[in-house]
């Protein structure tokens, strides 16, 4: 089963004002969702575009219908329900990945979620990046941590299967920092992970930073350890969605590395074989319990070292 991306015309409440403006400071969503690069389609076209590349690929005969571009429960229950069904019916797709934030999950709408889950596989993707709240107000994020475990907790018993996204690399984070955030997300109910490097794209305010020298990006083998050292300490049974951020050459801007996933994929194998470890190595996952959020949110208050 591979997954159909779909741009349904989604924005952000941090660039619409809802919450604040100008985005995440790392964010164009042109340089990792290809159908905001075309005209725009219905989601039934977007569909109808990909799957031919996807079966000559991958040979797959069933599609998830990814709503990858923007936070793609930031609108009224009746318009999600719209797309979401208007994915749903084409003969191919047979389940539903929606990418989000965890601001984004208001009971209604978590309720609809509930009721296609019912029915499809439901895959719900929240964006976290790190569990350091300093880090999270550098990038425009515009929540915390406590609504991200808020919506963690929200999100269990309705038959979704949940994941998070993480940076490495981030300004300001430590070796340390960055394993905190694997050691929280460990212990959390949560099915999946999806590890991105930082790298910087053209046009963003990071861009800005990088050009200016204020921000630097991890040298590929600095990466390498620190995302073994990151799956060492992830439960072995959590799917990890991916381990490289990517965007087109001609957004890229750092680290050149990125454009080659392979190398990298063979680089993370080596590296684990050299180490003679495993994922879920060095692993304690803790019971999910209301009482977890305080301690949890006391803990990334403390800004990175």
């Given at each position: 089963?591979?997954?159909?991306?779909?741009?349904?015309?989604f924005?952000?409440?941090?660039v619409?004002g809802t919450?604040?403006?100008?985005g995440?400071?790392y964010?164009?969503?042109?340089s990792?969702?290809?159908?905001?690069r075309?005209?725009?389609?219905?989601v039934?076209?977007?569909?109808e575009?990909?799957?031919?590349k996807l079966?000559g690929r991958?040979?797959a005969?069933?599609f998830l219908?990814?709503?990858q571009?923007?936070t793609n429960?930031?609108?009224?229950?009746e318009?999600?329900?719209?797309l979401y069904d208007?994915a749903l019916?084409?003969?191919?797709?047979?389940?539903?990945?929606i990418?989000?934030?965890?601001d984004?999950?208001p009971?209604?709408?978590l309720q609809?979620?509930?009721?296609?889950a019912?029915r499809v596989?439901?895959?719900?993707?929240?964006?976290?990046?790190?569990?350091h709240?300093?880090t999270?107000?550098w990038m425009?994020r515009g929540h915390?941590?406590a609504e991200?475990?808020d919506a963690?907790?929200r999100?269990q018993g309705r038959g979704?299967?949940?994941?998070v996204?993480v940076?490495?690399g981030?300004?300001?984070?430590?070796r340390?920092d960055?394993?905190?955030?694997?050691?929280?997300?460990a212990?959390l109910?949560?099915?999946?992970?999806?590890?991105?490097n930082?790298?910087v794209v053209k046009g963003?305010?990071?861009?800005?930073?990088?050009?200016a020298?204020?921000?630097?990006?991890l040298?590929?083998?600095?990466?390498?350890r620190?995302?073994?050292?990151?799956?060492?300490r992830?439960p072995?049974?959590?799917?990890?969605h991916?381990l490289?951020g990517?965007a087109p050459p001609?957004y890229?801007v750092?680290?050149?590395?990125a454009?080659?996933?392979?190398a990298?994929?063979i680089a993370?194998d080596k590296?684990?074989a050299?180490?003679?470890t495993?994922?879920?190595?060095?692993?304690s996952?803790r019971?999910?319990?209301?009482?977890?959020?305080l301690p949890l949110?006391?803990?990334?208050?403390?800004?990175?070292?």
């Amino acid at each position: 089963m591979r997954v159909a991306t779909i741009d349904a015309g989604f924005t952000c409440p941090n660039v619409d004002g809802t919450i604040t403006t100008g985005g995440c400071v790392y964010c164009d969503n042109r340089s990792f969702s290809p159908n905001r690069r075309l005209p725009r389609a219905s989601v039934y076209e977007q569909i109808e575009r990909s799957l031919p590349k996807l079966r000559g690929r991958y040979g797959a005969e069933a599609f998830l219908a990814y709503f990858q571009a923007g936070t793609n429960t930031h609108a009224p229950v009746e318009k999600l329900r719209r797309l979401y069904d208007q994915a749903l019916a084409h003969p191919e797709v047979v389940g539903l990945a929606i990418g989000t934030r965890p601001d984004c999950l208001p009971e209604p709408v978590l309720q609809l979620l509930e009721d296609y889950a019912r029915r499809v596989p439901v895959y719900l993707e929240l964006g976290l990046q790190t569990i350091h709240e300093r880090t999270l107000a550098w990038m425009n994020r515009g929540h915390g941590v406590a609504e991200f475990l808020d919506a963690v907790e929200r999100c269990q018993g309705r038959g979704l299967d949940l994941s998070v996204h993480v940076i490495l690399g981030l300004p300001g984070e430590s070796r340390e920092d960055m394993m905190t955030t694997a050691d929280v997300l460990a212990g959390l109910p949560i099915q999946g992970v999806k590890i991105h490097n930082l790298y910087v794209v053209k046009g963003t305010p990071l861009e800005r930073q990088y050009l200016a020298g204020q921000v630097r990006t991890l040298e590929r083998e600095e990466y390498v350890r620190l995302v073994v050292d990151f799956l060492e300490r992830t439960p072995a049974d959590r799917v990890i969605h991916r381990l490289i951020g990517e965007a087109p050459p001609e957004y890229l801007v750092a680290p050149a590395w990125a454009l080659d996933k392979d190398a990298l994929l063979i680089a993370i194998d080596k590296e684990f074989a050299r180490r003679g470890t495993h994922q879920g190595q060095f692993c304690s996952p803790r019971s999910w319990t209301r009482r977890l959020t305080l301690p949890l949110v006391h803990l990334a208050s403390q800004p990175p070292q």
